[in-house]
């Protein structure tokens, strides 16, 4: 439906003067939509010349009017015109010579000053005005970008409402009061303990074993030689290590500060040793070496139960490291069911030590004829290796005689009669 040319006119004129007049109070690009109807060629150059001049008006007031629907000779006139000096912002847009300034303003219309019906001659315009705080050589460049014209007339891009000057304001934090978070290192470490949703099963003993890949990779390089992209989820273990000392191990792993010395034992301290070293777990490995290099946590009965744990285990720099601290011990032990029972290689460092304290060489001789007699017919066939130990060149004559001759003694003489032992006997009193 198209509108009278004179109740045309005075709405545009009063749109134009209420947006010019409260423009003053923003500052950024105003945004003006605009729909134009017919065909007549003279009728839209004017139109065009209009807005044209419209647009410069604007400019002077720190506006700048974008246009849609417009043919590309206007919207490179409304691109010119935006570099033109501002006039006063009490001034009409559309009328400046009205107020006694500038009477040439209008000088390129096509009709004399003041008429302005033109401009809406057989035309619908609809106008409306957004005010946007957006820099204005930011946006040049992408106001005035055509797109692709599928037919529609339509030149510019979509401007979403970020591009709009929206969502701009930084949220200020500190001035907000919000529920605390639990700190990440107390939840991770709870999860762990908690063994909450584990990552690898490991088969030690026949039995599984639970746990976290990333606490295993940081203590032990064995794990961390690991390709985490091709390891199995399933992971058998050797024999080396055991099921107590990785639990020992483990728990050592997740705790805090110094509290993993609470899982070594005098007990378990040679099988995490060991599990340490096959393992790679180098810090825990030399805790337990300072444990055991300890004298005071390991001597005479300690140490004898730990030389009996390396004994089994066949780490012998362990057994020559506790020999030296059974000293006094020694003849406790000669009484015990432990020393019966110890092997022939076990019984002969012992024999041998220079570090045992007994009061003769008379109470070595003594101690390996009870190893002897508990199995004599097993063990009569060590008697050269176990009598080989005995230093008989310390004992005085009258101990060498009665251990060959003294009736009340028939293990003695059991023993001393075997040609070998005669032979020694006579050596020690040579």
């Given at each position: 439906m198209r509108m009278k040319r004179d109740d045309l006119r005075s709405e545009v004129t009063n749109k134009f003067s209420k947006s010019h007049s409260n423009a003053m109070d923003y500052s950024g690009v105003m945004y003006l939509e605009r729909e134009v109807g017919g065909s007549n060629e003279s009728e839209t150059s004017s139109v065009q010349s209009n807005l044209s001049q419209i647009i410069k008006d604007a400019n002077r007031r720190n506006k700048r009017m974008v246009y849609s629907n417009c043919s590309d000779e206007a919207l490179m006139d409304i691109h010119k015109s935006c570099r033109k000096p501002h006039i006063k912002r009490d001034k009409c847009a559309l009328h400046p010579d009205?107020?006694?300034?500038?009477p040439d303003r209008c000088k390129d219309f096509n009709h004399p000053i003041g008429e302005h019906s033109r401009?809406?001659?057989n035309k619908e315009i609809h106008l409306s005005a957004k005010y946007v705080n957006i820099h204005e050589d930011q946006m040049q460049h992408k106001l005035f970008t055509n797109k692709e014209d599928n037919g529609k007339g339509d030149y510019f891009h979509e401007m979403n409402l970020s591009k709009l000057g929206f969502y701009?304001?930084?949220i200020k934090w500190d001035n907000l009061k919000a529920p605390d978070r639990r700190e990440l290192h107390p939840i991770i470490h709870e999860r762990l303990c908690s063994f909450i949703n584990p990552d690898i099963?490991?088969?030690i003993d026949e039995h599984e074993f639970y746990c976290h890949r990333i606490v295993l990779q940081c203590y032990s390089t064995y794990f961390d030689e690991l390709n985490n992209l091709e390891a199995k989820n399933y992971l058998k273990l050797d024999k080396e290590v055991t099921k107590d000392a990785f639990i020992a191990i483990y728990a050592w792993m997740l705790t805090?500060?110094?509290g993993g010395f609470h899982y070594l034992t005098r007990e378990n301290i040679l099988q995490v040793l060991i599990a340490c070293h096959h393992l790679k777990v180098t810090d825990l490995e030399e805790q337990c070496l300072a444990f055991i290099d300890n004298e005071n946590a390991f001597s005479e009965e300690n140490a004898f139960h730990l030389f009996v744990d390396a004994s089994r285990l066949k780490h012998k720099a362990i057994m020559e490291l506790m020999v030296p601290r059974i000293k006094a011990f020694f003849?406790?032990?000669v009484s015990s069911k432990e020393f019966l029972e110890l092997s022939l290689e076990d019984l002969c460092i012992f024999l041998q030590s220079n570090y045992a304290?007994?009061?003769c060489e008379m109470e070595m001789f003594m101690s390996a004829?009870?190893?002897?007699?508990y199995r004599w017919d097993d063990r009569c066939n060590y008697m050269t290796n176990v009598m080989r130990c005995v230093r008989f060149g310390l004992m005085t004559p009258s101990q060498l005689v009665d251990i060959r001759k003294n009736p009340e003694s028939p293990e003695f003489l059991k023993v001393t009669q075997d040609k070998f032992v005669q032979k020694l006997i006579d050596d020690g009193m040579a």
């Open positions: 009205r107020s006694g300034e500038h401009l809406c001659v701009s304001d930084i099963i490991l088969l805090t500060g110094q003849l406790h032990l304290i007994v009061h004829v009870r190893w002897l007699m």
